[in-house]
């Protein structure tokens, strides 16, 4: 097992077969004027790791529609109806769903609302197909970690929970899944969608403490079959780079020790950033990134996902390190010149300084709250798990085997996919790549 030690890359003597999902569409999406949460900042990064010349080093798709049905693996039918027909313009018909699937504010109806969520939903399913085809040892999807997001309702910005949608497509080669969520808030959706299994384990640090969602707490470890497979570590102001490292690398070691997963989903929700619009956390982006290092160097495999982050300049500056990290590729901390580069100003440079700020978490504290959570995970055997249950009728069966091609996304239930080839897409293009062809020049 290779290591990479604090703040810097993985070489090459560790390289990874690394995919990477994007669709250009997504930046085009716009919640509404003065909301935090914006799509754009997904282009922003994917200009960025062009112009590092990072495409090089990846496979590059642009992912393949999936239905609405995929969708209902998790999530209720009726919501994803809902979904489907709510526009601004007929709004004023859906008074009482609006209410009831919790969207109107926090989460606004927005032009094009259900297929922004089929993009970012299919680059993770997409994503964590290739993992399981063993055709990529990483794969990352930016658009992706919208972890609020529950069975029947939106939540927190997100609409669709492709984090759990992707661990369920995992669940059908792997026996255990491991997610990890470093956004600065809890990652409750996924939590609460297997808190009862014991074949996905998922880990979260974040910000707790009259803070969204609310929930989160150490004592919140799972019930029934998944008693000590919720590993939650609830944090103050603050964060700084070696006091996260601190608790994230010994928590994270001791997780793959005694569950030994078969694959693992990192959802990278960069609003743990020092000076995120929202957060109070004081990383720096090779903080952040040295997450990323350390989850890659267990060699097992990985889906990437973005998540929060809403201070504009600085999560592209985030996934596009925490892409080079991903590839074991060094990058220059002078930016080259991109589409969006005076965003970038005054310093156009890849790392930015953290501020001064107090770090609000004792070391006695982090200490105590480490020993605890180790504590629950030394009562956790690495068996067989039983089978999921997410109230779906699907998911009362064993997961479907891979041979099993349950999707069909064809035009009249949303997708717009070829049924031959998964990268062709009815605009014609075949190669499932980037809309610019210079950007797969060598």
Not at 92 to 107: H, P
Not at 350 to 375: A, C, F, G, W
Request: hydrophobic fraction near 35%; charged fraction near 20%.
């Amino acid at each position: 097992m290779t290591m990479a030690s604090t703040g810097t890359l993985a070489t090459s003597t560790s390289s990874r077969r690394v995919s990477y999902f994007y669709d250009a569409e997504v930046g085009n999406y716009h919640y509404g004027q003065g909301h935090p949460m914006k799509p754009h900042r997904v282009r922003m990064t994917h200009n960025l790791v062009v112009n590092y010349g990072l495409y090089k080093k990846m496979d590059v798709f642009r992912p393949r529609l999936i239905s609405p049905t995929a969708m209902t693996r998790f999530h209720s039918d009726d919501y994803i109806n809902f979904l489907k027909v709510i526009t601004p313009d007929n709004m004023s018909d859906y008074t009482r769903q609006l209410q009831r699937f919790n969207v109107g504010e926090d989460c606004p109806v927005f032009d094009g609302l259900f297929e922004f969520c089929q993009l970012y939903t299919s680059g993770s399913i997409g994503g964590a197909a290739r993992l399981n085809d063993d055709n990529a040892d990483v794969v990352i999807n930016w658009s992706g970690g919208l972890h609020h997001a529950k069975k029947a309702e939106a939540s927190g910005f997100c609409y669709i929970n492709d984090c759990v949608l992707a661990i369920l497509e995992l669940l059908k080669k792997h026996e255990r899944v491991l997610y990890i969520d470093i956004d600065i808030h809890h990652g409750d959706g996924v939590e609460e969608a297997f808190y009862s299994t014991n074949r996905v384990m998922t880990v979260s640090f974040h910000k707790f403490g009259e803070y969204f969602p609310g929930t989160g707490d150490v004592l919140d470890v799972g019930y029934a079959d998944g008693k000590n497979y919720a590993i939650n570590f609830p944090l103050n102001d603050g964060m700084d780079d070696e006091a996260y490292q601190s608790v994230f690398k010994p928590i994270i070691s001791k997780v793959m020790e005694h569950f030994a997963p078969g694959a693992v989903v990192l959802q990278c929700g960069a609003d743990s950033l020092s000076g995120d619009r929202l957060g109070c956390f004081n990383l720096s982006v090779k903080g952040h990134a040295e997450c990323v290092s350390f989850v890659r160097s267990f060699n097992i495999p990985m889906l990437v996902l973005g998540g929060g982050g809403y201070t504009l300049r600085n999560v592209p500056r985030c996934w596009t390190y925490e892409t080079a990290v991903a590839v074991g590729e060094p990058v220059k901390d002078d930016m080259p010149f991109n589409d969006y580069y005076e965003y970038f100003g005054p310093d156009y440079s890849l790392h930015l300084p953290v501020s001064n700020m107090e770090n609000l978490n004792s070391k006695e504290y982090l200490n105590r709250t480490k020993e605890q959570l180790i504590d629950i995970l030394r009562e956790v055997e690495p068996v067989p798990g039983t089978q999921i249950q997410t109230g779906q009728v699907e998911s009362q069966l064993a997961p479907r085997g891979m041979s099993m091609e349950i999707d069909d996304p064809s035009k009249a239930d949303g997708g717009n996919a070829s049924a031959n080839n998964p990268d062709q897409r009815s605009d014609g293009r075949s190669d499932g790549r980037k809309e610019h062809p210079a950007e797969m020049a060598s």
